[in-house]
């Protein structure tokens, strides 16, 4: 068993998934071990059945595309640093409907770039915090901690995870945000004129 637990995680061409979930932690196991991240850019969903999910994934290496790409179709803020370095890292999931299976069709797992634990954990996507420490964090906003009192806190709770003082704040932002459910300041003085 322990032996089992050591083999490095496998991704490769006509592997096959009873299910998209079985797929997401074979990659989830892939990345973590690989120091790499691949996310989904185009699919389409599987309308027959939701265990599959989808009958066509593309997933990209976060450092996949140039640089040049237009920031309108990217979905970046213009003023956001790009990851885009070119890697042509890549993996095509598409569903064979004879085995109701998804199947790995195509994967490039060379990337142009080192990857390194220390990449790895920096990326947004990575650093995110669990359900539980954001539900922490937003206890102790609600007692008007400051981010920089929240942070320790957060650290022992996420272990060795990259966390930024910003990612704290972005938990705080949405709170409140969410706490206004979306209304203007001006509504927010009227209900409580009213
Ligand atoms: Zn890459």
Redesign the pocket.
Known sequence: MDDQKEDPPVLEVVQEFKSFAEFEEALQRYQKHNY?LFLRRRSNLCKDNSELKYTNARYE????GSKRDNPNLTGERPMQKSYKIG???FLYLSLKPKLQRLVVDRFQPE???P?SKVTYEGYPEVRRMSRDTIKSVQEFTKLKAKPILIKPLVKAREGDKIILSRDISNVRTKQIRDERQGRSEEEMLLAALN
């Open positions: 790499c290496c976060k450092h996949f890697c042509k890292a990337h142009n770039h990857c």
